[in-house]
Nanobody, 114 residues
Framework: VQLQASGGGLVQAGGSLRLSCAVS????????LGWDRQLPGKQRELAAF???????YYADSVKGRFIVSRDNAKNTVYLQMNSLKPEDTGVYYC?????????WGQGTLVTVSS
């Protein structure tokens, strides 16, 4: 499974960004697609994911501000990030989790200026 993320960049606090991640390869019928993030000086954390059936999970730190979604026809997962804060600055990694294993894409840098 290969993942290609895009959409990071520089945004002012309070602004929005949308990350996209295209998934290819041997995609299993049941899987989770989502995003981890690595914030400066902190452990990598799970930010959000969406299951094949549409069930979602959000970390408390992003709940109410971020929306994770997927387009199964395009094998793509999105992360709509709203009301961004400087503390959201970091590297965001998309991931695929399935019965056969977990895979991550290259990171995309998100920088939120105050």
């Amino acid at each position: 499974v290969q993942l290609q993320a895009s959409g990071g960049g520089l945004v002012q606090a309070g602004g929005s960004l949308r990350l996209s991640c295209a998934v290819s390869g041997s995609i299993e019928s049941s899987n989770n697609l989502g995003w981890d993030r690595q914030l400066p000086g902190k452990q990598r954390e799970l930010a959000a994911f969406v299951g094949t059936g549409g069930n979602t999970y959000y970390a408390d730190s992003v709940k109410g501000r971020f929306i994770v979604s997927r387009d199964n026809a395009k094998n793509t997962v999105y992360l709509q990030m709203n009301s961004l804060k400087p503390e959201d600055t970091g590297v965001y990694y998309c991931f695929y989790g399935g019965p056969g294993g977990n895979y991550w894409g290259q990171g995309t840098l998100v920088t939120v200026s105050s």
